[in-house]
């Protein structure tokens, strides 16, 4: 599936949104089945920490910064030079990334014990012993995952979206077969030893989630070959590009991971656990909305920076960011005020509580307040570097991780808001990078259309208290009689009141006359009309 054009396409954000929606949903899936099979305690606790660790480092190398550095680099000189220029960049820097990477990921098995005492310094005996042992069965999914992520970088800058957004959930269902499988057979009673079978399964889905885009890469014309010349000025301006996305580009999982530090100090087995189910949680709308307009916004700010063409530049992040307003404000009321029903449906079965239903969604409820400024952090961060600025977000980032520390101490021990604290954080540090980003971004270009950006925010929120109302008074009469409920019935109502507040929401943004809503319901009128 691909899209040309010199503005930002509605079709486009609308493909990457439903593959984005797919994998979400499978990760949800995923989840329910790790909290049905092993619910939120120790063995979870290790497992969530062992997989983060290559998760960091995928955001840090891969997704974060190589993949943001190769498509502003490789879209430039596509524009300028050609296809066969390009290439010839993408087989270098694939080769290095071969190299560098397995280089890495031989470090990180041999000093995971070290690793894992230094992010999470509260767990010892078998919790810290288990936690080594995953880590290391995981560590080479950063090498099978960087691939990926070299190949979805590819395959935007070509403007092609759909293939590589659902690459994700080929991952997420080779690592639900392979590692419930592999679970199973270690382990037929699910105790600890399965760990092991789920760390095994997260390889099977690095290994699918990269083999599902060799076709559409090669369909765009991309032949493998090693190349070893490394001495090329496109190779020196990614590496040069990458350096500070390492930092910049990843703030937010740098932030959990300091969230998984302090939360291991915690007392008692669970808040690693609700934290990352939480968070999860919160991921859906920010992956299916935030991560979309992103994914699409790149390429066409990197080829109108390349072109000079700051107005066209200036129009294109703009409406990026009004249209992440559009869709996260109301998800992020949706999550608060309908947390504790959302969980209950998704999680609670097996060894999942009631009480780790009001831990988790206590979270969700302060992940949810950094939503939206999540989404303006994933249109704005990778523009800097298009446009030049590559230090800055990585100056901003730095900030962000120092605010993190500062509040998770103050929250967390001081105040003894125990997990609570830690989600309160990360959404109090979210909207403080993307304020930060956004002002500096809309100094260097002198202006980022900010009186129709706080218009169209204002007429969001003034829609979103509609929702919020709907959705606070509908979770009120569902709790009351959700013990009287069954799971269809709970479905049903809650997709009910969801759906309910969406339509009011959309409605009132009609009647305000918020513009991006006009856009949305004339794509799907157009995917309509070609559908009938």
């Given at each position: 599936m691909s899209h040309s054009g010199k503005q930002l396409s509605t079709r486009a954000v609308g493909i990457?949104?439903?593959?984005?929606?797919?994998?979400?949903?499978?990760?949800?899936?995923?989840?329910?089945?790790?909290?049905?099979?092993?619910?939120?305690?120790?063995?979870?606790?290790?497992?969530?920490?062992?997989?983060?660790?290559?998760?960091?480092?995928?955001?840090?190398?891969?997704?974060?910064?190589?993949?943001?550095?190769?498509v502003t680099t490789f879209s430039k000189k596509d524009a300028t030079e050609g296809s066969d220029s390009?290439?010839?960049?993408?087989?270098?820097?694939?080769?290095?990334?071969?190299?560098?990477?397995?280089?890495?990921?031989?470090?990180?098995?041999?000093?995971?014990?070290?690793?894992?005492?230094?992010?999470?310094?509260?767990?010892?005996?078998?919790?810290?012993?288990?936690?080594?042992?995953?880590?290391?069965?995981?560590?080479?999914?950063?090498?099978?995952?960087?691939?990926?992520?070299?190949?979805?970088?590819?395959?935007?800058?070509?403007n092609v979206f759909g293939?590589?957004?659902?690459?994700?959930?080929?991952?997420?269902?080779?690592?639900?077969?392979?590692?419930?499988?592999?679970?199973?057979?270690?382990?037929?009673?699910?105790?600890?030893?399965?760990?092991?079978?789920?760390a095994i399964g997260t390889l099977v889905g690095g290994f699918a989630q990269l083999v599902a885009q060799w076709p559409a890469l090669y369909r765009v014309g991309f032949r493998l070959r090693l190349d070893f010349n490394w001495r090329d000025p496109g190779v020196r301006e990614v590496l040069s590009l990458m350096g500070p996305a390492v930092v910049a580009a990843s703030a937010v999982q740098v932030n959990v991971m300091v969230n998984s530090h302090f939360a291991s100090?915690?007392?008692?087995?669970?808040?690693?656990?609700?934290?990352?189910?939480?968070?999860?949680?919160?991921?859906?709308?920010?992956?299916?909305?935030?991560?979309?307009?992103?994914?699409?916004?790149?390429?066409?700010?990197?080829?109108?920076?390349?072109?000079?063409?700051?107005?066209?530049?200036?129009?294109?992040?703009?409406?990026?960011?009004?249209?992440?307003?559009?869709?996260?404000v109301p998800s992020s009321l949706g999550l608060a005020f309908l947390a504790e029903p959302i969980i209950s449906l998704i999680y609670e079965r097996g060894r999942f509580d009631t009480a780790s239903t009001l831990q988790t969604a206590e979270?969700?409820?302060?992940?949810?307040?950094?939503?939206a400024a999540y989404?303006?952090?994933?249109?704005?961060?990778?523009?800097?570097?298009?446009?030049?600025?590559?230090?800055?977000?990585?100056?901003?980032?730095?900030?962000?991780?120092?605010?993190?520390?500062?509040?998770?101490?103050?929250?967390?021990?001081?105040?003894?808001?125990?997990?609570?604290?830690?989600?309160?954080?990360?959404?109090?540090?979210?909207?403080?990078?993307?304020?930060?980003?956004?002002?500096?971004?809309?100094?260097?270009?002198?202006?980022?259309?900010?009186?129709r950006l706080l218009g169209a925010l204002a007429r969001i929120c003034l829609a979103g208290a509609v929702l919020g109302a709907i959705c606070w008074a509908g979770s009120r009469y569902l709790m009351e009689s959700w013990p009287l409920l069954g799971v269809a019935m709970r479905a049903a109502m809650l997709f009910a009141i969801i759906g309910g507040a969406s339509i009011a929401f959309f409605c009132v943004a009609a009647l305000l006359r918020v513009e991006e809503v006009r856009d949305l319901g004339a794509a799907v009128k157009r995917r309509i009309g070609r559908s009938s």
């Amino acid at each position: 599936m691909s899209h040309s054009g010199k503005q930002l396409s509605t079709r486009a954000v609308g493909i990457v949104g439903v593959a984005v929606l797919c994998s979400r949903v499978l990760g949800l899936a995923r989840e329910l089945i790790l909290a049905h099979l092993f619910g939120a305690g120790m063995a979870m606790d290790a497992f969530k920490v062992a997989f983060r660790i290559p998760n960091l480092l995928r955001d840090l190398f891969a997704e974060g910064a190589l993949s943001t550095a190769l498509v502003t680099t490789f879209s430039k000189k596509d524009a300028t030079e050609g296809s066969d220029s390009a290439w010839a960049l993408a087989n270098k820097v694939a080769s290095l990334a071969v190299v560098v990477i397995s280089g890495l990921v031989l470090l990180g098995i041999v000093f995971s014990p070290v690793i894992v005492g230094g992010i999470a310094s509260g767990f010892s005996g078998e919790k810290a012993q288990l936690t080594v042992q995953l880590t290391r069965v995981m560590f080479p999914f950063i090498l099978l995952v960087s691939l990926a992520a070299l190949a979805m970088g590819l395959l935007n800058a070509k403007n092609v979206f759909g293939a590589p957004a659902m690459a994700s959930s080929f991952f997420n269902v080779g690592s639900i077969l392979g590692g419930v499988g592999f679970a199973w057979w270690l382990d037929p009673e699910f105790g600890p030893r399965s760990l092991l079978g789920l760390a095994i399964g997260t390889l099977v889905g690095g290994f699918a989630q990269l083999v599902a885009q060799w076709p559409a890469l090669y369909r765009v014309g991309f032949r493998l070959r090693l190349d070893f010349n490394w001495r090329d000025p496109g190779v020196r301006e990614v590496l040069s590009l990458m350096g500070p996305a390492v930092v910049a580009a990843s703030a937010v999982q740098v932030n959990v991971m300091v969230n998984s530090h302090f939360a291991s100090m915690v007392p008692g087995d669970g808040p690693v656990s609700w934290l990352d189910y939480a968070f999860r949680l919160m991921q859906l709308p920010l992956g299916v909305f935030g991560v979309a307009i992103g994914t699409v916004t790149l390429p066409l700010v990197s080829r109108h920076a390349a072109l000079g063409d700051t107005d066209a530049l200036r129009g294109a992040l703009a409406k990026g960011l009004r249209l992440g307003f559009l869709l996260t404000v109301p998800s992020s009321l949706g999550l608060a005020f309908l947390a504790e029903p959302i969980i209950s449906l998704i999680y609670e079965r097996g060894r999942f509580d009631t009480a780790s239903t009001l831990q988790t969604a206590e979270a969700l409820r302060f992940y949810s307040l950094g939503l939206a400024a999540y989404s303006g952090i994933k249109v704005l961060a990778p523009a800097f570097y298009a446009v030049g600025r590559r230090k800055t977000p990585m100056l901003v980032s730095f900030g962000a991780i120092a605010v993190n520390l500062l509040l998770n101490w103050y929250l967390t021990l001081h105040l003894q808001m125990g997990h609570r604290g830690l989600a309160l954080s990360t959404g109090c540090v979210a909207i403080a990078n993307f304020t930060a980003l956004y002002l500096l971004m809309r100094a260097h270009l002198n202006g980022m259309q900010s009186g129709r950006l706080l218009g169209a925010l204002a007429r969001i929120c003034l829609a979103g208290a509609v929702l919020g109302a709907i959705c606070w008074a509908g979770s009120r009469y569902l709790m009351e009689s959700w013990p009287l409920l069954g799971v269809a019935m709970r479905a049903a109502m809650l997709f009910a009141i969801i759906g309910g507040a969406s339509i009011a929401f959309f409605c009132v943004a009609a009647l305000l006359r918020v513009e991006e809503v006009r856009d949305l319901g004339a794509a799907v009128k157009r995917r309509i009309g070609r559908s009938s």
